[in-house]
């Protein structure tokens, strides 16, 4: 069965970097379009970056300049590397994977940044 793994939360302060990391089994992350999402507290779930099959990755304009989605096919694992991080950044981060029309979720890591 699929099984996205999250990692890489943290508390930092506002201008740091993290990296998350999402650790999938069940599915190859390079045959699929590989999402984060994020969701802060009073909030709905939304969606931050993705990363085809072919590698075309998008972003939320709230994150663009700021993130960078990849991918490592040897780890079958998706990141996330986070730059210039601001209190608004503030949320459960989760990584996603649809198919066949399941949506397929890890159990989220938390990023915390203060002002």
Do not use: H
Request: charged fraction near 15%.
């Amino acid at each position: 069965q699929v099984q996205l793994v999250e990692s890489g939360g943290g508390l930092v302060q506002a201008g740091g970097s993290l990296r998350l990391s999402c650790a999938a089994s069940g599915i190859l992350v390079k045959a699929n379009v590989m999402n984060w999402y994020r969701q802060a507290p009073g909030k709905q779930r939304e969606l931050v970056a993705g990363i085809s099959s072919g590698g075309i990755t998008n972003y939320a304009d709230s994150v663009k300049g700021r993130f960078t989605i990849s991918r490592d096919d040897a780890e079958n694992t998706v990141y996330l590397q986070m730059n210039s991080l601001k209190p608004e950044d503030t949320a459960v981060y989760y990584c996603n994977v649809v198919r066949f029309n399941t949506y397929y979720w890890g159990q989220g890591t938390r990023v915390t940044v203060s002002s």
